[in-house]
């Protein structure tokens, strides 16, 4: 009998709802593994003593560790392991840019196919969720501090929950009615459904945490207020990066014109794709343009397709290698027949009597020389302009920072775009006692990012309120 | 009254004040003792309902309670007038947007158009308590629709209505109203206007004339009420602001109103059918039983 490792075997594939069927349902695209599968993949890790794929994830999830165990069938308990570090495992597992995280840095990705982390996170997660027992809390000897946790993003609730477990009493405001940040209000449906992001928020009421939801900071109560008359002991603010950013072209507010931050809140938070069980409308329209290359973009014109759209048509101004969304992501629009429209600048959106988008005015581009980034700086072609009818355009060019924080709190430190000030290796802001993280202090960057930040945060806030060095993070 | 068997969002006092109109009081101690005159909040009335913005019109911070004040003119609304006192809604966020800049103007003049009224209640009660020498104005279609004229009497030193069809008070607009007073010589150096876009528009075109300050509060559609998806944009002074975070009250002088009439008709079709779906239910007796 050969004794080929089974490293040496090709990775497993991820089966998916078919392109043709899934653009007709908000359903998820990836159907996830089975045992038989999860086992065959997790038999190709090496279990490396010093593993490189750990030093990628920004929660140090053990990965040896709980492949381990999903080879030998224990998903439950490789499930518990990734929770030691890391609380949203299921929508890791899903979400996570792993080809950029974790998965990049297998030593088995040098001469093939990385282990798929992901998908195994996502797999042990998915059925610890649905077959495990309910995990219980061990009672944590309480600390007698109040920590209040600004917004309920992957960053507010990491730094929740790890505060939590040290014993502090913790309360998440979030300023919209369900919680959960991008991953509820952005991240759609099908590549994320929101009940299973519903389950991992449950495990922060287990551990105690208390949630409250319509509670916008400073408005309520401002960050001074929490600290003083509300009697907080420390603030972690991680509110995110969610202002819109629009083109500034003329025609931007005609009916019909969205950022991608409200549409895809119309579809996600308020459910608009199932208008008539959800009161809020969307514009379903036939021709519809989403402006960017990023994953937002991917998201919206996804979503688009889905809502009933005959066409739709991404307009990028550079090319396709500079294009920042995942490459899954890509690959997944263009399956679903979404139109790349490359090196393509809306100049100007033109309507109708009533106010309608009726067309937009594109202006072709060329490459010229890199830029600072080191990307090649899109140049415009003089008289390229053409027009082309539209009657839905979605802005998806970024976000900033909001600035409600930062204007009701004198002495926050911000930089010049808005962002908040915090030490890298703790979060601390320049109030002390209000520590920061996630996409308000680096701007938009990604989920596992902003749970490591908060993760970072949290261990700060216990040394701030106890004097003691946390133990060392993912040993408990 | 004691409050501590009271829910957050509950509703303790529910009147009809006009046909449609209704008040309501609702139990949030918080948001009572923070509102400020201009500001509002986000309201949803059960799962799946839209994201419905209201003007905070008062509030009792002994009693924890806010007061809100809303025409019954579409299927969210609609729902919302069928609660009754003890329920609760299911969420209510705020006290949202910026709070009216107030200042002694020497003599200001509020305006309310239809339910409009509701919303200028409160910031007539600081101009007021700034030292102003206060004229208020309520405009109607009908005399049935004249709302909280005690409330707002008692408020101002002079007090006008007019109703479309002169049922009561002078026969005419608001504009006729403020025309007249401003033809007697009434020294009226601040104007403030809530109520229906094209009436808020002529105010602001006639004090444009006498070279008066006017500040108006834009209701155009919302989703969220933070800032954070852009749907709520308004266009002042050639410039795109969010109302809920950047108003709601804006220079009347500098709001391209044609735009605001324009983008809140954006759902008009969808209201209609949500609407129909609704009262179709209603007759079919589905929501009564
Ligand atoms: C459409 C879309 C798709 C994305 N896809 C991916 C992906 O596939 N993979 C990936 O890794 N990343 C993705 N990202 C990026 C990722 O979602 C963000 O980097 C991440 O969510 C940032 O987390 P956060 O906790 O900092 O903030 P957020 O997730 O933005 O959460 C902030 C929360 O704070 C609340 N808040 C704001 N102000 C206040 C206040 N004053 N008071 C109370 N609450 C407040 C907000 O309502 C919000 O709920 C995507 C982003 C978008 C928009
Ligand atoms: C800052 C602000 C304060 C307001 N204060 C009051 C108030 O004190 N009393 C009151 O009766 N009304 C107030 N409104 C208007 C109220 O929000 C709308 O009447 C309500 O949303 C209509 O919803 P509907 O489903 O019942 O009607 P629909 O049939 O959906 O719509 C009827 C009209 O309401 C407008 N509308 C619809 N959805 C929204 C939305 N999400 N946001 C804003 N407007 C919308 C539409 O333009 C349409 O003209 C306020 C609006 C704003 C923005
Ligand atoms: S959390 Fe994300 S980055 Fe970390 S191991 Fe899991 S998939 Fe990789
Ligand atoms: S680097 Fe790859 S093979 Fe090694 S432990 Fe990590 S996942 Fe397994
Ligand atoms: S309602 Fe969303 S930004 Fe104003």
Redesign the pocket.
Same mark, same amino acid.
């Given at each position: 009998m050969s004794e080929v490792h089974p490293s040496k075997q090709p990775r497993q594939p991820m089966p998916e709802q078919p392109p043709a069927e899934r653009v007709t349902n908000f359903n998820e695209v990836p159907l996830g593994y089975t045992p038989e599968q999860a086992m065959a993949e997790a038999a190709r890790c090496l279990q490396c003593k010093n593993p490189r794929c750990v030093t990628g994830c920004p929660v140090a999830v053990d990965i040896p560790g709980f492949i381990g165990l999903t080879k030998e069938g224990q998903f439950v308990e490789a499930a518990r392991k990734i929770m030691e570090t890391n609380v949203l495992p299921a929508v890791c597992g899903r979400v996570c840019p792993q080809e950029t995280q974790c998965e990049i840095l297998c030593v088995l990705a040098r001469r093939g196919e990385p282990v798929a982390i992901g998908r195994l996170e996502r797999f042990v997660a998915d059925y610890e969720r649905e077959h495990g027992p309910r995990e219980t809390v061990p009672p944590v000897p309480a600390t007698g501090k109040r920590v209040a946790i600004v917004g309920s993003g992957p960053a507010g609730l990491t730094c929740a929950a790890d505060l939590a477990r040290r014993g502090h009493s913790v309360t998440v405001f979030e300023a919209l009615h369900e919680l959960g940040g991008v991953l509820v209000y952005g991240i759609p449906e099908f590549r994320l459904p929101k009940r299973i992001l519903k389950a991992e928020v449950e495990r922060l009421r287990d551990l105690g945490v208390d949630l409250q939801t319509s509670a916008v900071i400073g408005k309520l109560d401002t960050i001074e207020e929490l600290l003083g008359p509300e009697g907080f002991d420390a603030v972690f603010v991680a509110t995110g990066a969610g202002l819109p950013k629009f083109m500034d072209i003329p025609g931007e507010n005609l009916l019909g014109v969205y950022s991608a931050n409200e549409f895809l809140t119309r579809s996600n938070l308020m459910r608009a794709y199932e208008f008539g069980k959800a009161?809020t409308p969307i514009a379903r329209g036939k021709r519809v343009m989403v402006i960017g290359g990023g994953n937002v973009a991917m998201d919206a014109a996804r979503t688009a397709k889905r809502l009933g759209a005959e066409r739709v048509i991404l307009a990028y101004r550079r090319s396709r290698e500079e294009m920042p969304a995942r490459a899954e992501e890509i690959h997944h629009a263009e399956e679903e027949g979404i139109e790349f429209h490359l090196l393509t600048l809306p100049v100007k959106l033109v309507g109708d009597e009533q106010g309608r988008l009726v067309g937009a005015v594109l202006r072709k581009m060329e490459l010229g020389e890199p830029d600072e980034s080191g990307r090649r700086r899109p140049l415009e072609i003089p008289g390229s302009d053409y027009e082309s009818p539209v009657d839905v355009v979605v802005v998806a060019i970024g976000a900033g920072a909001n600035p409600l924080i930062k204007d009701t709190t004198p002495g926050l430190e911000v930089n010049k775009w808005g962002y908040i000030v915090a030490d890298k290796a703790t979060g601390a802001t320049s109030i002390p006692g209000v520590y920061a993280g996630g996409d308000i202090v680096t701007g938009s960057a990604t989920v596992i990012e902003a749970m490591g930040a908060g993760r970072t945060a949290a261990a700060a806030i216990h040394l701030y309120l106890t004097g003691e060095a946390p133990e060392r993070d993912g040993a408990s | 009254m004691s409050t501590e068997h009271l829910r957050q969002n509950q509703i303790v006092a529910k009147r009809e004040i006009a046909p449609k109109?209704y008040w309501y009081d609702l139990y949030h101690p918080k948001i009572a003792r923070k509102r400020q005159a201009g500001q509002?909040v986000v309201i949803r009335v059960h799962e799946g309902g839209?994201?419905?913005? @209201?003007?905070l019109?008062g509030s009792d911070p002994d009693r924890g309670t806010v007061t @809100?004040?809303?025409?019954?003119?579409?299927?969210?609304?609609?729902e919302l007038a069928r609660l009754e006192v003890g329920d609760a809604l299911l969420d209510m966020a705020g006290p949202l947007?910026r709070p009216t800049h107030i200042e002694n103007h020497g003599t200001a003049c509020v305006i309310g158009g239809g339910?409009g009224t509701?919303?200028v209640l409160p910031i007539a009660e600081a101009l007021r308590g700034a030292g102003n020498r206060l004229i208020g104005i309520i405009g109607a279609r009908t005399r049935g629709l004249v709302i909280l004229e005690k409330e707002l009497g008692s408020l101002c030193d002079r007090l006008e209505v007019a109703t479309d069809d002169g049922s009561y008070g002078r026969k005419g607009f608001v504009t006729d109203a403020l025309a007249a007073l401003i033809a007697e010589g009434t020294d009226i150096r601040f104007v403030l206007a809530v109520g229906p876009t094209p009436m808020m528009r002529a105010v602001s075109e006639l004090t444009r004339q006498y070279g008066i300050p006017t500040m108006v509060? @834009?209701?155009?559609?919302?989703?969220d009420g933070t800032g954070m998806c852009g749907g709520?944009r308004v266009e002042v002074d050639g410039q795109t602001k969010f109302?809920?975070v950047d108003g709601?009250e804006f220079d009347g002088h500098l709001v391209n109103f044609d735009l605001l009439m324009k983008r809140?008709?954006?759902?008009?079709a969808e209201?209609r059918q949500?609407?129909e779906n609704y009262e179709h239910c209603r007759i079919a007796g589905v929501l009564d039983a």
């Open positions: 009161d | 109109t509002f839209e994201r419905v913005p @209201l003007t019109v @809100l004040i809303f025409q019954a003119v579409g299927h969210s609304t609609m947007g339910y509701a919303p509060s @834009l209701n155009p559609i919302m989703v709520c109302a809920c709601p809140q008709g954006a759902y008009r209201e949500i609407a």
